[in-house]
């Protein structure tokens, strides 16, 4: 018998691992890239705001998978930066 939960469940689309939506965050598609954004609506990728889970998802094209279109992105390191950055702790 399944166990009830009371937090949603997310994959990360970095390490694939199942996770409380509140331990990953949410991207979407804007314009030609992707922003941090846990509100808008449409197709969002989750990810755990670390570097290797944006480098895995990076080298295996989750996000272009996630999004099902091509993604283009600024830079890997760039969106590391802005991944990390939307997980501190606002002051
Ligand atoms: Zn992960």
Redesign the pocket.
């Known amino acids: 018998m399944p166990r009830p939960t009371h937090a949603p469940t997310r994959t ?6 199942v ?1 409380p939506a509140s331990e ?1 965050v949410r991207l979407v598609r804007s314009g030609e890239g992707l922003v941090v954004s846990a509100r808008s609506a449409g197709r969002g990728a989750w ?2 705001p ?1 570097a ?2 944006v480098r ?2 990076w080298k295996a094209r989750a996000f272009s998978r996630a999004f099902r279109q091509t993604v283009n992105f600024t830079a890997a390191d760039d969106l590391i930066a802005a991944v990390t950055a939307a997980a501190q702790p606002r002051p």
């Open positions: 990360c689309v970095g390490c694939r691992a996770c990953l990810l755990h670390r290797e889970c895995a998802a």
